[in-house]
């Protein structure tokens, strides 16, 4: 028990130090501690809410992975699984398309604002597929495979988008594709972390179904829990948390299936509501690393985050996944 | 712990497949109660599974009733079912950094709290049940690094958590070695001997069946179908029959 809040404040403190040198590092030129006050433009709407953006980004998609990875029983599953990134970015494609095709795309807040609603509605959508499928179809597996089937039909459809789209559509795509922090004002991070906030409360209040899912369905069913109606929740929530981070960031890749793996190779426990609360806080820390790492690396570039968490994230876990015999 | 009472009444067992039902086994009427360990005999595909989900509510029964201490099992909330009749299945469960002792906490679902916040108490049932099974050595082992005897220890012990006086077991002893198979039978026994719990298993080994249960149900084809005593089964027609190729 002991050695648990131990590592909750470790993960807390790091977050801190993360979240500090995100603000200060993380950007065109380096703060200084002085410059850190909020008359300072740089400071308050571009270092601040970008490096708020990423916590927010970073708790969203590994809860949704490991949401996702205890229903199914599988650490092969992640927030995208279930086709929902896929269908969030089809929406945008059509978006960015069709507002081009009507020169409405110059207006910069009208279309920011019409790149979060599609893609959010866009993940929804598949959302809702996903579980009118779900209370018709008991499997797990097949729910998964019709997940993938699902992203596959909302690829497809958006390669034909992109193969209709003008040079100029297609960049501006493949730039929201790339994800990225720094798009939010304080409107879009009142909104975001007030759902987050929310999402998060309920899913702390359903640890306890969530614990004996570890056992899959009949197990939960035979222990009182009402594993139908769990499943609809879980579904729900980690589909809302992958809808949020995709439409304020952006796809951001890797996070979400990797995050979780990590978390239960470092500190090995099975007890849901400390990983849960593991993966909340890495996910944040690492996002503002990854970040801040993109800022650094050449002089006068930045390095998409995408690349930056798959590039760095990866082989770590590999070496995790060596060093671990059994889990 | 309160006496149970299971009554099975002409019950058909089977599954429900988009409005058509497929009926695998009828007229079963059995009774049991506290203190008895009652083997189920039976070749593959029977209905021994379908009859033992039935009972713990896993699924639905096709007509008939099942009463436990003379209430009807489908009016009891799931709660309630899981702090009469545990069920250990086939499946494997490993991955997630389990260990024995999680899982055997896992038991205690139907007790705790809506955090599954541990108690002193449930501390105390856990550890009896991890001693009870002879899994002092293994406690903080993980799932995948289990013989399939022990897991099979830890899934029994996982249900004793449940304090249960049902428990049911499908195919105990499969895949198990010999010793392995033995030890597991004697377990079973001492927890109808000492801990007066009612048992219900299906199993292939119908030696170690008639040492240590006390009545058996005997799934014969064509719907035939006996409730006997484990004392003189031999001499019963349908036994005979069912088991007729293990003892030539």
Known sequence: MKKKSKHIIFLFGLLIVAFLLNILLAGSSILKLDELNFDNYIFTHIRLTKALTAILCGICLPLAGQILQVLFRNPLAGPYVLGISSSASLFVGIVIMVFNTFGLMGHLFFSKAAIVIAAFCGSLLCTFIILFVAKKITSNVFLLLIGLMLGQIFGALQSFTEYFSSDKSLREFVMWGFGALGNTNYFDLTIFSSLVVVLVIALFFLTKPFQVFLLGENYANALGIDFKKYRVYFIVISSLFTALATAFC???????????????????????????????????????FCDMI????LPDRIIPINVITTLFGSPFVIYLLFKTKNW | MDKLQLEIKNL???????????????????????????????????GKSTLLRTIASLQQKLSGDILINNNSIEKLRKEETAKLISIVLTEKISGFNLTVTDLIS????????????????????????IQLCGLTD????????????????????????????????????????????????????????????????????????????????????????????????????????????YFD
Do not use: W
């Not at chain 2, 599954?15 to 039976?42: D, P």
């Not at chain 2, 896992?106 to 049940?129: A, K, W």
């Open chain 2, 106 to 129: 896992m038991g205690r679902v139907p007790y705790t709290n809506s955090f599954h916040e541990l108690q002193e108490n449930d501390f105390i049932i856990i550890n009896e049940c």
């Open chain 1, 294 to 297: 993109g800022y650094l690396i």
């Open chain 2, 12 to 46: 058909e067992i089977g599954y429900v497949n988009k409005q058509h039902e497929i009926s695998v086994f009828k007229n079963i009427n059995a009774s049991f109660t506290n203190g008895q360990l009652i083997g189920l005999v039976g070749n593959n595909g029977i």
């Open chain 2, 138 to 245: 293994h406690k903080n082992k993980l799932l995948a690094e289990l013989s399939d005897g022990l897991f099979q220890k830890a899934m029994i012990a996982k249900g004793l958590a449940q304090q249960t006086n049902l428990i049911l077991l499908d195919e105990p002893t499969a895949y198990l070695d010999f010793n392995s198979k033995q030890e597991l039978f004697t377990l079973l026994n001492n927890l109808v001997v000492k801990n007066n719990k009612c048992i219900i298993a299906s199993s292939h080994d119908i030696e170690l069946l008639l040492k240590y249960s006390t009545h058996l149900l005997v799934f014969g084809d064509n719907n035939e179908f006996e409730f006997i005593e484990t004392n003189g089964c031999r001499s019963n027609k349908l036994f005979q029959k069912v088991t007729k190729n």
């Open chain 1, 250 to 288: 952006g796809p951001i890749a890797f996070v979400g299936l990797s995050v979780p793996i990590f978390s239960r190779l470092i500190f090995k426990t099975s007890d849901q509501r400390f990983q849960l609360t593991a993966c909340l806080f890495l996910g944040a820390i690492i996002i503002l």
